[in-house]
């Protein structure tokens, strides 16, 4: 007789621990369902359409001041700590006044996640370039997920890092390029935090009504197939190209400061690229969609790397 309890205590145990796993997989593939569901492309596009209203936002203009005040005054609504970078940047045109702007959210840990985009536009003397996808995508991209990163449950800490000075004032080459994130990459080696940067994910030019967005030769392969793997898994292969090229961005800084990156850029902006730097980079060529898409596969990119 007491054989038989015994059995079916343990089928009872061996049940218990299936549902209970069963439950705790659901429960977290439900909990990362519910952060896209919170995330709103629409959202993306209203920050971009805001930023856009200023006008162009080469540094030193008026609007690029707005720029930084409005980001600014979104990370604090969502609730993130706002810490601003100003420094002076020796260009072509002289020195320039710029300011990377980083809002953070606390984890438990001391490793950090960074999400970055640039705000700035590249200074256009024979027409007035908005730059809503160049610059402005990005930046309006993560200002719609800060206040649904910060609601997350986070064991790493999440920094919302917006770069200035992306673009060249005369020709793009290595000392006229990048002045933020080689600015922030110094910044953070002279500090001791550069070592604690788990990833940095850059996002560029991620607005566009048709995403094509392909590998990066530059960008660190592991973290590249991770990126990849969720878009597939999400249904964004369309999107999220095999195909490969080499992109030079605000990634390379970290890159080549050891830090595991990866740059989401879709260069195939209009046919052959043609809207890049020219006057039609403007609101009606994005779309929520678009924004919708690149914000699901970096809320659950955080997602994994935080389980790391």
């Given at each position: 007789?007491?054989?038989?309890?015994?059995?079916?205590?343990?089928?009872?145990?061996?049940?218990?621990?299936?549902?209970?796993?069963?439950?705790?997989?659901?429960?977290?593939?439900?909990?990362?369902?519910?952060?896209?569901?919170?995330?709103?492309?629409?959202?993306?596009?209203?920050?971009?359409?805001?930023?856009?209203?200023?006008?162009?936002?080469?540094?030193?203009?008026?609007?690029?001041?707005?720029?930084?005040?409005?980001?600014?005054?979104?990370?604090?609504?969502?609730?993130?700590?706002?810490?601003?970078?100003?420094?002076?940047?020796?260009?072509?045109?002289?020195?320039?006044?710029?300011?990377?702007?980083?809002?953070?959210?606390?984890?438990?840990?001391?490793?950090?996640?960074?999400?970055?985009?640039?705000?700035?536009?590249?200074?256009?003397?024979?027409?007035?370039?908005?730059?809503?996808?160049?610059?402005?995508?990005?930046?309006?991209?993560?200002?719609?997920?800060?206040?649904?990163?910060a609601n997350l449950d986070n064991d790493h800490s999440i920094w919302?890092?917006?770069?200035?000075?992306e673009e060249a004032f005369e020709e793009w080459s290595d000392t006229?390029?990048?002045?933020?994130?080689?600015?922030?990459?110094?910044?953070?080696?002279?500090?001791?935090?550069?070592?604690?940067?788990?990833?940095?994910?850059?996002?560029?030019?991620?607005?566009?009504?048709?995403?094509?967005?392909?590998?990066?030769?530059?960008?660190?392969?592991?973290?590249?197939?991770?990126?990849?793997?969720?878009?597939?898994?999400?249904?964004?292969?369309?999107?999220?190209?095999?195909?490969?090229?080499?992109?030079?961005?605000?990634?390379?800084?970290?890159?080549?400061?050891?830090?595991?990156?990866?740059?989401?850029?879709?260069?195939n902006y209009g046919w052959g690229n043609r809207f890049w730097h020219?006057?039609?980079?403007?609101?009606?060529?994005?779309?929520?969609?678009?924004?919708?898409?690149?914000?699901?596969?970096?809320?659950?990119?955080?997602?994994?790397?935080?389980?790391?």
């Amino acid at each position: 007789m007491s054989a038989r309890p015994a059995r079916k205590r343990r089928r009872t145990r061996t049940t218990l621990g299936i549902v209970i796993l069963l439950a705790t997989v659901l429960l977290g593939w439900g909990a990362l369902s519910l952060n896209r569901a919170a995330f709103d492309g629409k959202a993306a596009l209203q920050s971009v359409e805001r930023m856009v209203s200023f006008g162009p936002r080469p540094p030193g203009s008026e609007a690029h001041r707005r720029t930084q005040s409005y980001i600014t005054q979104e990370l604090e609504a969502a609730g993130l700590t706002v810490v601003q970078d100003p420094f002076t940047a020796n260009t072509p045109a002289g020195p320039v006044s710029m300011n990377n702007i980083i809002g953070r959210i606390a984890g438990r840990k001391e490793r950090v996640l960074m999400l970055a985009a640039h705000y700035d536009t590249k200074v256009m003397n024979d027409f007035r370039f908005l730059g809503a996808n160049d610059g402005g995508s990005g930046t309006g991209l993560l200002l719609s997920l800060a206040p649904v990163l910060a609601n997350l449950d986070n064991d790493h800490s999440i920094w919302l890092v917006f770069l200035d000075g992306e673009e060249a004032f005369e020709e793009w080459s290595d000392t006229d390029s990048l002045y933020g994130s080689r600015h922030l990459v110094a910044r953070l080696a002279q500090s001791g935090l550069l070592s604690k940067i788990g990833a940095f994910v850059l996002v560029d030019m991620i607005g566009d009504s048709s995403l094509d967005i392909r590998r990066d030769t530059n960008s660190t392969p592991w973290l590249t197939d991770l990126v990849w793997g969720v878009a597939r898994r999400l249904g964004y292969s369309r999107n999220f190209s095999n195909s490969s090229m080499t992109i030079l961005d605000d990634h390379l800084p970290f890159v080549q400061a050891g830090v595991p990156s990866v740059v989401l850029i879709d260069l195939n902006y209009g046919w052959g690229n043609r809207f890049w730097h020219t006057p039609q980079d403007t609101l009606d060529k994005l779309s929520a969609e678009s924004f919708s898409k690149v914000g699901h596969v970096l809320l659950e990119v955080v997602a994994e790397l935080d389980r790391e």
